[in-house]
């Protein structure tokens, strides 16, 4: 028994089309572009993808580039790494490098995030049972 074989979707001498835009280049798909926010240096803070980061003020100073300034106004109300990474369509290494350089300029904040206790107290636990089960 022969294996069935597989029609092509796009005729041979064709390419299918790539999707043209800024969501293309900030996949990887252009590492110049990425250079470019970056910057040369590159260098980071300490964050991780739950750190909380909060705008001081919503309005982007005129000196901010297009990718400063949409991470402002995404931050008026505290967004982790990961969401903001997720927003702007760029790598998790290059939004800590704009983070970085706006916690330098003092545009922004970061908070560790809401750490909750372990377990809660047994004697609290118990007592809520029992004052249940009196119901």
């Given at each position: 028994?022969t294996p069935?074989q ?9 390419s ?5 835009g800024?969501?293309?280049e900030g996949?990887?798909g252009?590492?110049?572009r ?5 910057g040369a240096?590159g260098e980071?803070?300490d964050i991780?993808?739950?750190t909380l980061i909060?705008?001081?003020?919503p ?16 931050c008026v ?5 990961a ?5 702007l ?6 939004v800590t490098?704009?983070i970085?350089?706006m ?10 995030p809401?750490a909750r206790?372990a377990?809660?107290d ?6 809520v049972?029992?004052g249940l089960q009196r119901l």
């Open positions: 028994m069935p597989r029609q092509r979707r796009f005729p041979q001498g064709e299918p089309p790539r999707p043209a800024p969501a293309e996949r990887g252009n590492p110049e990425l250079y470019v926010v970056a240096d980071r803070a991780d993808l739950v909060v705008a001081r003020s309005d982007p100073p005129p000196s901010a580039t297009p990718e400063q300034a949409a991470l402002l106004r995404l109300a505290p967004l982790s790494v969401e903001l990474s997720a927003y369509n760029l790598p998790f290494s290059m490098v704009l970085t350089e916690l330098t300029a003092e545009l922004v904040q970061a908070r560790a809401i206790q377990l809660p047994r004697s609290l636990l118990e007592a049972m029992h």
